[in-house]
């Protein structure tokens, strides 16, 4: 049978671990907003860059103007002869996946966090059994703290999606395929390739998220744009799956 003396180390143990990962967490989600900061520049600028090309450098420094100059490199916008009008859309996977990395960072620490939270709920009942009140208010206080580190969550200042939609060109069927990692695998081959075959000569934003996002051409191990075009969509989703664990939890408690 397990005493009192055993739920007590385990609540220490178990506040020492909060208190470890709480930091760990915050830089995580800080490194996140950072990354995700730089990368919304880079996609701008290569949006700007694309703007000016064939602008004379004198009139470009006018059409932007002396703000953006405190903003954006003005050597990676000021005008070129040629650019790709596809630039804006391979920093954007570039981007997407370095975040999609750092967001499993997040991830492996609210899993923790989650863990955490089930081991003070059994925490908590055995405290009430005992008529340990002032455990159970440490265990609480202590539960309040991890629920709200579970739902901490990076600020995106804008979505990357709407970001492409601006940007978005019409392109040809090849260079859309070209921007994609096709999904090969033997069991959609069949699946993909009618998909594939399905394809308009020309590519627009909408064609461009339906073969992307609802059909799925992207290989699930690098499936970036999906990514890109179901954050909204699935950060809500987590974030009701989350609500409704906590849910469950209190009808326990």
Not at 59 to 86: H, I, M, Q, R, T
Request: charged share 30%; with cysteine.
């Amino acid at each position: 049978m397990t005493t009192i003396t055993t739920w007590n180390k385990r609540l220490k143990k178990v506040y020492a671990e909060v208190k470890e990962i709480e930091p760990l967490l915050t830089a995580a989600i800080k490194q996140y907003e950072s990354m995700y900061s730089h990368g919304v520049k880079k996609i701008m600028q290569a949006n700007l860059k694309e703007i000016m090309v064939g602008v004379p450098k004198e009139e470009a420094v006018e059409l932007l103007g002396p703000k953006l100059l405190d903003v954006f490199e003005w050597n990676g916008v000021l005008p070129v002869e040629k650019y790709s009008k596809f630039n804006a859309l391979i920093w954007s996977k570039r981007i997407q996946r370095e975040l999609d990395q750092q967001d499993e960072v997040i991830r492996y620490y609210r899993n923790r966090l989650w863990r955490i939270h089930s081991l003070l709920e059994k925490l908590g009942e055995a405290y009430k059994k005992n008529y340990e009140k002032k455990k159970v208010r440490k265990v609480f206080e202590l539960m309040h703290q991890v629920t709200y580190l579970i739902f901490m969550r990076p600020y995106r200042t804008t979505d990357i999606a709407y970001l492409i939609e601006m940007c978005f060109f019409t392109m040809s069927k090849n260079d859309f395929l070209s921007l994609l990692t096709i999904d090969h695998s033997k069991e959609r081959a069949e699946e993909v390739k009618s998909y594939i075959d399905s394809i308009p000569t020309k590519v627009d934003f909408n064609t461009f998220c339906h073969f992307v996002h609802d059909w799925v051409l992207e290989d699930e191990n690098s499936a970036v744009f999906f990514s890109i075009l179901s954050h909204i969509n699935v950060e809500a989703a987590v974030q009701r799956y989350d609500k409704y664990k906590l849910e469950q939890a209190k009808q326990k408690s």
